[in-house]
T-cell receptor, first 121, second 108 residues
Framework: EVQLVQSGAEVKKPDASLKISCKASGYNFNKYWIGWVRQRPGRGLEWMGIIYPDDSDTKYNPSFQDRVIISVDKSISSAYLQWNTVQPSDTATYYC???FGEGTLDAFDLWGQGTVVTVSS | DVHLTQSPSTLSASVGDRVTITCRASRSIAHWLAWYQQKPGKPPKLLISETSTLETGVPSRFRGSGSGTEFTLTISSLQSDDSATYYCQQYLAYAGDTFGQGTKLEIK
């Protein structure tokens, strides 16, 4: 089955570090871009960035570039979103998503289930 | 960067109604526009890609149209299951904000 399975919910204190994951299965992980989307409580979708696993080419939304790092581990078909320090404003559900075309930056037809991140003192 | 503006922000309609959601781009994105449906607590679901291509399994009452800077999502005969928030997304350029702000559709 083609799917993206994300890591579980996280509760962090401000200034903590955090890394969440997205494990792909059922398709050639290396050959499809994989992106991250933020959704704050009660708010809309925000595209954060996208990475091509084969060569780690990464594109960031400038609004997020200085706050997060997107990476992959091809050996285990996983993508990651990490923060050096999280703040309450990072409280959100984070989705990984895959475009429908191999090697192309298309619309996202495959989504993970979401990881809820709560940052509170 | 391309900025998308959706209208209306909220919409209330009855079962059987025809509804239209508009998405305007700040510059031409040709036909590189998608529509998603999101229900509470769930990830978005791709409904339409390349302006008008219906994804497999999406009911034919959903229709996308437009080009350049103005696009519409039309639901021809609203069903109760269509209650959701709808987002447009441009994918001409993954360089900044790519999603519209969303339209919440409520069934009366």
């Amino acid at each position: 089955e083609v799917q993206l399975v994300q890591s579980g919910a996280e509760v962090k204190k401000p200034d903590a570090s955090l890394k969440i994951s997205c494990k792909a299965s059922g398709y050639n992980f290396n050959k499809y871009w994989i992106g991250w989307v933020r959704q704050r409580p009660g708010r809309g979708l925000e595209w954060m960035g996208i990475i091509y696993p084969d060569d780690s080419d990464t594109k960031y939304n400038p609004s997020f570039q200085d706050r997060v790092i997107i990476s992959v581990d091809k050996s285990i078909s996983s993508a990651y979103l990490q923060w050096n320090t999280v703040q309450p404003s990072d409280t959100a559900t984070y989705y990984c998503a895959r475009p429908f075309g191999e090697g192309t930056l298309d619309a996202f037809d495959l989504w993970g289930q979401g990881t809820v991140v709560t940052v509170s003192s | 960067d391309v900025h998308l503006t959706q209208s209306p922000s909220t919409l209330s309609a009855s079962v059987g109604d025809r509804v239209t959601i508009t998405c305007r781009a700040s510059r031409s994105i040709a036909h590189w526009l998608a529509w998603y449906q999101q229900k509470p607590g769930k990830p978005p679901k791709l409904l339409i890609s390349e302006t008008s291509t219906l994804e497999t399994g999406v009911p034919s009452r959903f229709r996308g149209s437009g080009s350049g800077t103005e696009f519409t999502l039309t639901i021809s005969s609203l069903q109760s299951d269509d209650s959701a928030t709808y987002y447009c997304q441009q994918y001409l350029a993954y360089a900044g904000d790519t999603f519209g702000q969303g339209t919440k559709l409520e069934i009366k």
